[in-house]
């Protein structure tokens, strides 16, 4: 095999240890640079957990370098919704028309750990704990860290940025001019609740990710390995329903009591949650060019950060990785031609899923509760049995197959044009029924 140079992987969250995985596969030693501590033996920071849902893009990414089976021991599967009304008993939605398909509810420190692990037990594979980048030179590859110990530097004939939404190698290419940036924040942010086991068991059912739609806001809850959930709200940041509004525990207590009325009785420390919990942003990250002189390069949220609401943020940077390894494959290791065609390829795949995910935002805090769209759900379901092969609906073509983003998104809409009107006609009709018969029950 021929001897190469070390790659530089800046970030060891999800997206660069399965980089690091894919490259020292492919016969590179690569260094794995970090600004935290090696969260193996730190301390996770409080409200900071963020549940992930982890669902074919990512595990076929995972397979291809033998990680599925080690990761999939921490998850834990969810076949569909459950939604919470103000009143009334909860309704499950599932997911596939099968009602057997699942996504898989898993820590994101589980997952990096794991990650970590399996980056640090390749051959040539080296691990850099509190190096911040602070400077980076596009030219040369020349890095700057700040470390515990000062200021170090590194070389690197490639440096590929894989440090999330706030990425420092972005942030000093956009320094030199070499790239855009756009941020675009939602006026949302997100805060973590805990509901613990109860009697050593879940306290709600751990086959369902469970909403809370509220409108204009909501709140979610997936299952962990111990029996807790970790729920989340999702939030206006300003105004009289917002984070900013709930000041003393008697507020954020009657507040819970009126919206959210059954989690009461199943999180105790509720109040202490909410008033310690951060508050994180929500927000898309757009850039171009996604490299820069075939040098150094961005993938995941370091190039195209979305929001959470479809669950595919990692899944869709696993891909990028993927699609990065396919790009080398092509090009012969060609690294000046590989990082063009991979941002070729996976830009309007990014773009696509962008859209989509502030779409299913605006779904799942405010039509989920619809019986207009629980019908509509339900006639997409009887076509995907009927056609089964032909008619797929978008969630199952983003969360069960490998349909590039860009391509689900035509699917989906040529599917709407020929079938559209009669899945809008059965599920309003089918609404008008159940409406019917629900006032005939309380007559």
Not at 216 to 234: E, G, Q, V
Not at 363 to 370: G, L, Q, T, W
Not at 408 to 424: D, I
Request: hydrophobic residues 40%; contains cysteine; neutral net charge.
């Amino acid at each position: 095999m021929v001897e190469r140079d070390e790659i530089a992987v800046v970030g060891a969250g999800l997206a660069g240890c399965l980089l690091a995985c894919f490259l020292a596969r492919r016969g590179y030693p690569v260094a794995l640079y970090e600004r935290r501590p090696d969260p193996r033996t730190g301390k996770v920071e409080r409200g900071r957990s963020i549940n992930l849902a982890l669902s074919e893009r990512g595990l076929d990414a995972l397979r291809r370098v033998g990680l599925e089976q080690q990761v999939m021991a921490d998850a834990l599967p969810v076949r569909g919704r459950m939604i919470h009304p103000v009143e009334g008993e909860p309704q499950f939605q599932s997911y596939s028309s099968s009602g057997d398909r699942a996504i898989n509810s898993i820590s994101r420190g589980a997952l990096n750990n794991a990650l970590l692990n399996a980056a640090a037990s390749r051959p040539g594979v080296r691990l850099a704990f509190d190096h911040r980048l602070v400077g980076l030179d596009p030219d040369t590859g020349e890095m700057t860290f700040e470390t515990p110990q000062g200021k170090v530097t590194a070389t690197a004939p490639v440096v590929l940025g894989a440090d999330g939404a706030g990425s420092a190698v972005r942030g000093q290419l956009l320094g030199y001019g070499a790239l855009t940036e756009s941020l675009d924040f939602l006026d949302y942010g997100y805060k973590e609740l805990t509901i613990p086991p109860v009697g050593g068991d879940f306290a709600l059912d751990p086959g369902a990710l469970h909403i809370w739609p509220r409108g204009t806001s909501m709140m979610i809850a997936l299952p962990n390995p111990d029996r807790s959930f970790t729920c989340t709200l999702f939030w206006p940041t300003h105004g009289t329903a917002s984070f900013a509004s709930l000041g003393s525990p008697a507020a954020i207590e009657r507040y819970f009591a009126t919206h959210y009325p059954d989690l009461i009785p199943l999180a105790p420390n509720l109040v202490d949650d909410y008033q310690h919990n951060p508050v994180g942003v929500l927000g898309t990250v757009r850039c171009a060019p996604w490299q820069v002189n075939g040098k150094v390069g961005l993938l995941g949220d370091a190039a195209h950060a979305i929001v959470p609401f479809y669950g595919q943020g990692a899944n869709c940077a696993f891909e990028d990785v993927v699609e990065l390894d396919r790009c080398l494959d092509e090009c012969g290791d060609d690294w000046p031609a590989a990082l063009p065609l991979f941002q070729q390829r996976r830009q309007a795949n990014a773009e696509a899923i962008a859209r989509m995910a502030l779409d299913n935002f605006v779904e799942m805090r405010d039509k989920v509760a619809s019986p207009v769209f629980q019908a509509r759900k339900k006639v997409e379901h009887a076509l995907e049995r009927a056609l089964p092969g032909r008619y797929m609906s978008q969630y199952e073509l983003v969360s069960f197959t490998t349909t590039p983003y860009a391509q689900v998104h035509r699917q989906v809409r040529r599917q709407y044009r020929v079938l559209g009107p009669v899945t809008a006609g059965a599920a309003t009709a089918l609404a008008g029924a159940a409406l019917v018969l629900g006032r005939g029950r309380r007559g």
